[in-house]
């Protein structure tokens, strides 16, 4: 019997082995000589980690890809004419699914991802889908009921708050775990050194410009306990930004801006606050957690070394780490659709996506975030990207086919909330604007399945998880 | 005298086909710009009046229904497209009022002799000739609220940091104000040139007649200049309501809208909502818009003025 047993585990050991292996099976050059055409979202990724790993798989597999990087709001303008045209040039796309995914997905522009993924003869053996993608990534994948794998969600770049260490400790400051601690800290280190009665350092710094608010608020609204939409009784979509909660989020997150923050800040983007936080012009910064790298560079930052990352605070509601992530698809109508597979088949491998996560890119492999060879930015930044990627679900934007009029009337809500700041005016102006959302879902989204990304997929965050990016950096006993 | 036949072919062409383009030579010679006009300038008109007649959505419904007029009506029942008339005549007019009047300031300036006149006369010009969203970038750090050099300025006179581009009530001045700047110069080139090609006997009448400097400005030089302000008010009030690139560099169509024009308006409607028959009924109505502004001014410039 031992004996058996024992040839069991040896065959079976054998037949892993065998499969562990099956990656050398994937011809890497069966498509040499082939041209991609990519279309990508200009970010701190591109030049980290997509410029140089292209070159290595143009050595290695003899595909050349040609990448076409333009803003976001030009890529995606590029991306739909090109799909509409039903382009055949276009072969690899970046798409978040939680901002056009609905849209690709439902006129069937992008290509069914699922025949290549078991291919043996275009995908590792070792490739892992899904099994080795953390759930946050997972979440965002579809947003249809009944969608295909029509995308690799590859990176869990995660809205987080950037935090001065230096500024706390200096000042004494409890580092936020919640919603009043969070104003608390915003009020003492807003820092008018001079008294000449404006402040050298303000407490806090978001986006506080229309529409790009939404990303930055997301986790505000649902830790407040509010959401962008609810589910009625009747099983009706429609708009949440009006409920008592949501309107306590906006008025709180537009009293931050009002109050801690530069008055910049309303009409800065993302770049020019992520300036203004590198000079160290501002305690705490919501941002995406990528812009650690330029605070964090000492050619460019005057704040090397002195910032980390740590979760957005707990509120009535909750912990919701917002999770935009980053997809990668094919067109429907490339001509090479198996070359494009086997890039990005390629470019998501293991040990690629490593190189990625130790170039701080925050990526979507479980094993990333564990091989003993990686080693994030600050231990803070570290814990609080993992617990995000983890937890996290895509709310930046609210979910809806017709984003880009949705974002804007959630967008002017928030130019209420941070003008005026009276609770009655922020309340007419939800009012208003869900309205105008509920009858745009009625109207864009009647009889298609769009689920979205919806918060109930994600899962609660355990007890204490808030405090150990704080306690991974030795901030946790400030303030007492 | 004896007559050298010509060759049947010259170059190889065929001498009835060299006589057939002889004869129809009008038709020939225009061939170029019909099929041009009609490539780049017919084609797309009919395209964008069929758009407008449809539900056509770029993504969503790529093959649209036929609505008739249901767009040109339905653009006057959005608030936004309303306000966004508004704002583009708002702009238009102040803007180019602003600039026509330091424009004839300056060309009188320049018009006049003193030192290191073409040195400045250059300078004047520079805005002119640089690209809109270059100066666009240039003016949003002008426009910071703190660190801006406007607000640097009217801190050192004892004046509160104006919000320029941040409050909805002071953001379309702002960009009327970078109108004004970048686009002054060419109406001083215009009318500086009509200043110049005036003739000197009128003026010389009135100054024997006794007549003071602003009579003769009033009721001999604008008079004499009447068609050089024609062409530079119907130019600039053209490009003026169709103004894009630095409304959308440096706000956006924000705060709130509040510079959101109709250009600006279609532009959404398009490319960020995806509503490309609205878009296109809006387009129309734009380009209804921009008809009737220059009939305006065309009729105010044949119009017979009495002084």
């Not at chain 1, 909660?245 to 109050?259: C, N, T």
């Not at chain 2, 129809?24 to 009609?38: A, C, D, Q």
């Not at chain 2, 005549?89 to 300031?105: D, E, K, R, T």
């Amino acid at each position: 019997m031992g004996r058996k047993l024992h040839s069991l585990v040896l065959a079976t050991t054998v037949a892993v082995g065998i499969t562990g292996t099956a990656s050398a099976d994937v011809n890497w050059r069966q498509f040499e000589g082939s041209t991609l055409n990519a279309a990508f979202f200009t970010a701190n990724y591109i030049d980290a980690w997509w410029r140089p790993m292209a070159k290595q798989f143009q050595k290695e597999t003899g595909i050349k890809v040609k990448m076409l990087v333009l803003q976001a709001g030009q890529i995606r303008k590029k991306q739909d004419i090109m799909l509409a045209g039903k382009d055949s040039t276009l072969d690899v796309l970046m798409l978040q699914m939680d901002n056009r995914g609905g849209k690709l997905t439902a006129a069937g522009h992008l290509e069914d991802l699922t025949p290549y993924l078991s291919d043996a003869s275009l995908t590792p053996a070792d490739y892992d889908y899904p099994g080795d993608w953390l759930g946050g990534c997972i979440n965002t994948e579809r947003v249809i009921k009944g969608q295909s794998h029509n995308n690799i969600v590859w990176s869990a770049q995660a809205q987080l708050l950037h935090i001065r260490k230096d500024l706390f400790k200096k000042y004494n400051v409890k580092v936020p775990t919640n919603m009043a601690e969070l104003e608390a800290a915003a009020k003492k280190l807003t820092i008018d050194e001079d008294g000449d009665g404006k402040p050298e350092i303000y407490g806090f710094l978001s986006r506080g410009w229309g529409r790009l608010t939404t990303a930055s608020f997301a986790s505000y609204l649902f830790n407040h306990g509010g959401s962008w939409f609810k589910t009625t009784a009747d099983g009706t979509k429609v708009s949440n930004i009006n409920s008592k909660e949501s309107v306590d989020a906006f008025e709180f997150y537009g009293r931050l801006i009002r109050e801690y923050a530069p008055k910049s800040a309303l009409s800065n983007k993302p770049p020019q606050n992520a300036a203004l936080y590198a000079a160290g012009k501002a305690a705490m910064h919501q941002e995406l957690n990528f812009w650690h790298g330029l605070s964090d560079n000492p050619k460019k930052s005057r704040i090397a070394g002195k910032s980390t990352v740590i979760l957005v605070p707990e509120g009535p509601g909750g912990s919701f780490p917002n999770l935009p992530t980053t997809s990668i698809a094919i067109s429907k109508y490339s001509e090479k659709k198996k070359a494009a597979w086997l890039y990005i088949a390629w470019m998501t491998q293991k040990h690629i996506m490593l190189k990625g996560q130790n170039a701080a890119v925050p990526m979507c492999r479980r094993s990333a975030w564990s091989d003993p060879t990686y080693k994030a930015p600050t231990p803070g930044w570290g814990s609080s990207a993992k617990h995000a990627a983890d937890y996290g679900i895509a709310i930046a934007k609210p979910q809806a086919i017709a984003i880009g009029q949705m974002r804007d009337a959630a967008g002017e809500v928030m130019n209420i909330a941070i003008r005026n700041g009276d609770r009655a005016a922020i309340q007419a102006a939800a009012d208003k604007a869900a309205e105008f959302m509920t009858a745009l879902v009625a109207k864009t989204e009647t009889g298609m399945d769009f689920i979205g990304v919806m918060p109930s997929l994600g899962k609660r965050m355990k007890p204490g998880v808030q405090q150990e990016p704080i306690a991974a950096d030795g901030l946790d006993k400030l303030g007492q | 005298m004896a007559i050298t036949k010509a060759p049947s072919s010259q170059h190889g062409i065929p001498r009835r086909l060299v006589d057939w383009i002889d004869r129809h030579m009008t038709v020939v010679f225009n061939i170029p710009t019909v099929v041009f006009l009609f490539g780049l300038v017919a084609f797309p008109v009919m395209l964008v009046l069929l758009t407008s007649m449809t539900d056509w959505q770029l993504i969503l419904k790529p093959d649209p229904d036929f609505v008739g007029f249901k767009n040109y009506l339905s653009a006057w029942q959005d608030p936004r497209w309303i306000n966004a008339v508004g704002h583009t005549f708002y702009y238009a007019i102040v803007s180019v009022g602003g600039q026509f009047v330091l424009g004839m300031a300056t060309a009188l300036l320049f018009n006049r002799s003193f030192a290191g006149k073409a040195f400045y006369r250059s300078v004047w010009m520079m805005p002119m000739l640089s690209m809109s969203v270059a100066i666009s970038l240039v003016w949003i750090l002008f426009f910071d609220y703190a660190y801006g050099i406007l607000n640097l300025g009217l801190d050192v006179i004892g004046i509160d940091p104006v919000e320029w581009t941040i409050d909805p009530n002071w953001a379309m001045p702002s960009l009327i104000l970078v109108g004004i700047w970048h686009h002054t110069p060419f109406m001083t080139l215009i009318l500086l040139s009509g200043l110049q090609s005036l003739p000197q006997d009128p003026f010389e009448a009135a100054r024997i007649d006794g007549a003071s400097r602003w009579q003769i400005f009033m009721h001999v030089t604008l008079p004499l200049m009447r068609a050089h302000i024609a062409v530079a008010l119907i130019l600039r009030s053209i490009f003026g309501v169709k103004e894009f690139d630095t409304f959308l560099a440096i706000t956006d169509a924000g705060p709130m809208w509040a510079t959101e024009t109709m250009n600006l308006n279609i532009y959404f409607n398009a490319f960020e909502y995806q509503y490309m028959g609205e878009a296109a009924a809006k387009g129309v109505w734009f380009f209804f818009f921009i008809l009737a502004v220059q009939l305006v001014l065309l009729q105010l410039r044949k119009r017979k003025w009495s002084y």
